[in-house]
């Protein structure tokens, strides 16, 4: 009796998207991609950015309430050279606390905008950032603690592009024409067509995982290309979802850079995954002219292969209601068409790129994670400790965050190797202050050149990566290391260390 009720609620919940969806499919998708608004930032006053509430039309005729940097939804795109000062002033206008979070830059502890850095409605945070990284594409956003999931959903994140005056870049670098950022998002819409961000144990536990694929904050959209080779700077900008790209052709792109920078060579492929928070640019050529999209594969949520809280069953969040695609079909991302403009970017890929080089040696010491779904207790009493330890039941070493806890010290200068594992399930796991080198990747060591320099890594066996501070981070603005799904993150599962 009880099981047939719970069934017909499944039901009803699952008819209420698909019809929402012909709706959406209607007026939406096939719009011209957002290209994001460029603020170069440099040394000097005058660079703003304000933390608005705000409404937007993802679905015409229909407003969402959403957040946003100065527009009513995500971002302009801040433009850093490296070897300069860059000055900003960013505002929270909104009713609650926010920070700006460079995600994936080298700064020191108290200007990389994390949990302790929050600050309030009406206050004006304006670090002042020294640009020490290499050309690569990261993102920004807002990272108080317990509010990183919904701030970041509704809006509080951006693009972010350090070029580098030192090297000669080699690729399509002329952004808007062959170059473009795509921030890469899933959110769900209830009946109406207003974002909704309603999340129940099972988002919490999976991550949240949306029925519609936003990408610069425009459902599905359209992008026209010219012929040639185009640079497509992909950031998973979702809370949770991990996406794998193709192309609706199958066919080759490259890959020229990851999380921290530039390849050593652009590496060929057909297929490119990105978990949470992973960046990744990659050149294709569209001298064919093709008209193809780039699609994704469903599933890869962050539960064991689609274990307990399966995936792709009705249960999930994350089964196949999108765009009336039966389970199976691929996700639409964006499609593709092929402009006559002239495309001033070079002929051909190089066969070798100016990627960073730095030599970390050997490792002085280990440390070893072990990420939880359950710091405590398991299931049963799950609900129990969100009532009562708000919402804090995940951690990392049996331990769910602490603002006041400091749970490492790591002497600054000198190379460590951290083993990441996790009792369950798969997550992207982040550390700030530093890129690193993957050297084992689910018990096997990989390859670095196609690696590359990372901040986040995909932990879905035992994980060991080889790092080393050169930023420094004290008690009170200490740097984080955490899960970056979200629901994840603002569940507990983040610790803090100092560098000195
Ligand atoms: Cu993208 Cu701790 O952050
Ligand atoms: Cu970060
Ligand atoms: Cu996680």
């Not at 949470?276 to 002219?289: H, M």
């Not at 994670?369 to 951690?395: C, E, K, P, V, Y």
Request: proline share 7%; charged share 20%; aromatic share 6%.
């Amino acid at each position: 009796m009880k099981r047939r009720q719970f069934l017909s609620l499944t039901t009803a919940a699952l008819a209420a998207p698909t019809l929402f969806v012909r709706r959406a499919n209607a007026a939406e998708p096939g719009a011209p991609l957002p290209v994001p608004e460029v603020m170069d930032v440099g040394p000097g006053s005058g660079n703003n950015l304000e933390a608005i509430r705000s409404t937007r039309e993802f679905v015409a005729g229909v407003r969402s309430d959403t957040l946003g940097y100065s527009q009513d939804y995500l971002g302009p795109l801040l433009r850093f050279r490296r070897g300069q000062t860059a000055n900003i002033d960013v505002t929270n206008r909104i009713d609650a606390p926010i920070t700006a979070h460079w995600h994936g830059m080298h700064v020191p502890g108290h200007l990389d905008g994390g949990p302790q850095l929050a600050f309030g409605p009406g206050e004006t945070w304006s670090p002042e950032l020294p640009i020490d990284h290499p050309a690569a594409t990261l993102f920004y956003h807002s990272h108080v603690h317990g509010r990183t999931a919904d701030q970041v959903y509704r809006g509080l994140a951006g693009l972010i592009v350090i070029d580098d005056p030192d090297i000669d870049d080699p690729l399509p670098r002329d952004y808007g024409v062959n170059d473009f950022p795509l921030i890469v998002q899933d959110r769900s819409f209830d009946g109406a067509g207003r974002m909704t961000y309603d999340i129940g144990m099972m988002d919490l536990m999976q991550g949240f995982h949306g029925t519609e694929i936003l990408v610069n904050g425009a459902i599905r959209p359209k992008l026209t290309v010219p012929a040639g080779l185009v640079r497509l700077r992909l950031v998973n900008g979702s809370n949770a979802r991990m996406y794998n790209f193709s192309f609706t052709d199958g066919r080759t792109f490259h890959q020229v850079a990851s999380d921290g920078g530039l390849l050593t060579a652009p590496i060929s492929m057909t297929g490119l995954r990105l978990a949470a928070a992973e960046r990744a640019e990659i050149v294709v050529d569209f001298s064919d002219r093709a008209a193809v999209r780039l699609v994704s594969t469903r599933g890869g949520s962050g539960m064991m292969g689609g274990g307990m809280m399966g995936n792709s069953g009705m249960m999930g969040g994350n089964g196949g209601m999108m765009g009336g695609g039966a389970e199976g079909s691929p996700l639409e991302i964006l499609s593709f068409e092929i402009a006559d403009a002239r495309n001033p970017g070079p002929a051909r890929l190089p066969e070798a790129l100016p990627a960073p080089v730095v030599d970390l040696g050997e490792p002085v010491r280990r440390r070893d994670f072990t990420l939880n779904m359950h710091a405590g207790n398991m299931m049963g009493s799950m609900l129990n400790n969100l009532i009562g330890r708000d919402g804090q039941i995940m951690g990392i070493n049996d331990e769910s965050y602490d603002m006041g806890r400091i749970d490492l010290q790591v002497p600054h200068g000198e190379t460590e190797l951290w083993r990441i594992n996790a009792d369950m399930a798969m997550h992207p796991f982040h550390v700030h202050g530093t890129s690193f080198q993957v050297v084992t990747q689910n018990g096997r060591s990989v390859d670095p050149v196609r690696i590359g320099w990372k901040d986040v890594v995909h932990v879905e066996g035992p994980t060991e990566i080889l790092l080393r501070f050169d930023k420094r981070a004290a008690a009170d603005a200490p740097f984080m290391y955490h899960c970056h799904i979200l629901e994840h993150e603002d569940a507990g599962m983040m610790g803090q260390f100092t560098v000195l």
